[in-house]
């Protein structure tokens, strides 16, 4: 789906039927994706403000929607959890603040 004006690109759109019976257009964050045709994602509310007509957005890691790989910051938004190095890192640099 192309964004409206002053932007352009090709956005990641995906075209879902809920349990409903409704039908909504869901944007897809992040860099590339794997999720096909009956696949079941979680759609959350917000919109794409450059899309028109999108007014959910997809969240990455749960159900059959896979999260981003080697992401490390903003990692809730794609469903990554955080690095076990990271978390090392944090506690000695708490330790020795005390």
Known sequence: ???KK???AMRHVAKLKLYSK???T???PGIGFGVSKFNRVLAR???ANDLPGVGYSLVRG???FPALFGKKKSRSFYGVARQEKFI???RRRMRKKI
């Open 62 to 64: 749960v159900y059959d």
């Open 45 to 47: 509310g917000g919109r």
């Open 88 to 90: 090392r890192h944090i």
């Open 22 to 24: 409704s039908r909504i």
């Open 6 to 8: 002053p932007n352009s």
């Open 1 to 3: 789906m192309n964004p």
């Open 26 to 28: 869901a944007r897809i």
